[in-house]
């Protein structure tokens, strides 16, 4: 098992390794340094049905009693509905401050029950057991929580670490190879944005170095929230692909999951960064082989005005401008700030022939 800490408003620690579901009540206990207690277990309809009953047992023989909240799997249930359930159930119960939270499920479940936590009596404490590679390498780090409004994805949300973040790898085996293949575009993307030996692992085998290389993502998502834990600097470097991505989610109505639309985001913003002459195109060949590799897709062949007619309802978007994340080399990327009417131009120079 390898452990990491994180050191943000709150310090914990990432635990990767195997067969840690089981063992979940005993190292939550460990790490909140509580024993007795409440704790609500909060998963969704898909997960609960192959893990809840593990995951009750490990809290209940570790002392404390254990209540549960589950909801229908999927985005639409990250909305203000869900949440307030899951808060009403927590006052019904009743918790109290001293109790926590225990995320069991992918980014939704940890997204919804990290808002809940952080705002259910001011704030009490939660975990994350993340169920899916993207949860484990991205969502369940970094303390962003959200619930989608009919008018966005992610519009109301709050900053709140976690106390303790499990990824029991054996949690992986249950997962449908699409979803596993968007974790994949996520790992990629911190190859790119600054680490060559996570690319060269990739470059060998992600099944042979699953440890390593879920635990060397992680370290490259806390390094750059240690440094800018509210996303006003540094950190916008985890958006590498993503203000296209975003794009080519909304034009596909959200048919195309995140991961692939990510994929295809850094693919295109590579390709504008050759063309535009600021960075070798050997890092596209490299980064394409890799995407061919994983099963990831390149494009969806939306046009560039519809792409940029999507990328400018995102949020990202700040005044003037937007703030795009460029490969300027091997492994190494940079933040540009480009004004919202050069946008057009950098998505049209990464398209492919087929428009
Ligand atoms: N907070 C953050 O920093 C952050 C970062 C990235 C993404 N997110 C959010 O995360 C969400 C996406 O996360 P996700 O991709 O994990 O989606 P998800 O939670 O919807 O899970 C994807 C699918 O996999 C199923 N599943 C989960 N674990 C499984 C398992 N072990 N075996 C079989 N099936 C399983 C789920 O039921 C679901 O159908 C989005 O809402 C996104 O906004 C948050
Ligand atoms: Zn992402």
Not at 212 to 220: C, P
Not at 226 to 250: F, K, P, S, Y
Not at 285 to 292: E, I, K, R, T
Request: net charge negative; hydrophobic share 40%.
């Amino acid at each position: 098992m390898k452990r990491l800490t994180v050191h943000a408003s709150r310090e914990y620690d990432v635990l990767v390794g195997r067969d840690l579901l089981n063992r979940a009540g005993d190292l939550a206990r460990e790490a909140l340094k509580k024993s007795g207690g409440r704790v609500m277990l909060v998963s969704e309809d898909r997960v609960a049905p192959l893990y809840l009953e593990r995951a009750t047992e490990s809290f209940s023989a570790a002392g404390f009693s254990v209540f549960t909240y589950v909801f229908e799997a999927g985005e639409s249930s990250k909305n203000m509905n869900t949440l307030a359930g899951l808060l009403n159930r927590m006052a019904e119960v009743p918790m109290t401050r001293s109790d926590f939270v225990v995320a069991l499920g992918g980014g939704v479940v940890g997204d919804l029950a990290g808002f809940a936590a952080s705002v259910y009596a001011r704030g009490i404490r939660f975990v994350q057991i993340p169920t899916t590679l993207l949860a484990m390498v991205d969502a369940s780090v970094g303390g962003k929580t959200a619930v989608d409004l009919p008018a966005g994805k992610n519009m109301a949300g709050t900053f709140w670490q976690p106390s303790l973040v499990i990824c029991d790898l054996d949690l992986l085996d249950t997962l449908p190879g699409e979803t596993f293949r968007c974790g994949v575009a996520e790992i990629i993307k911190y190859a790119f944005i600054g680490d060559r030996e996570l690319y060269d692992h990739l470059c060998q085998s992600l099944t042979d170095h699953l440890e390593w290389i879920v635990a060397r993502s992680v370290a490259d998502k806390r390094d750059l929230v240690e440094a800018d834990e509210r996303d006003t600097g540094a950190r916008q470097l985890l958006n590498l692909g993503h203000t296209i991505g975003h794009a080519v989610e909304r034009c596909s109505d959200f048919r195309i999951p995140h991961g692939d639309a990510v994929a295809i985001g850094m693919h295109r913003i590579t390709s504008a960064a050759v063309k535009k002459g600021r960075c070798d195109r050997n890092v596209l060949v490299c980064l394409d082989a890799l995407l061919d590799r994983y099963g990831l897709p390149k494009s969806a062949g939306f046009d560039a005005d519809s792409l940029t007619q999507a990328a400018l309802g995102d949020k990202k978007r700040q005044g003037d401008s937007i703030t795009l994340v460029l490969p300027c080399g091997m492994c190494k990327s940079e933040r540009m700030a480009v004004p919202v009417g050069e946008l057009r131009d950098w998505i049209a120079a990464g398209g492919d022939a087929e428009e």
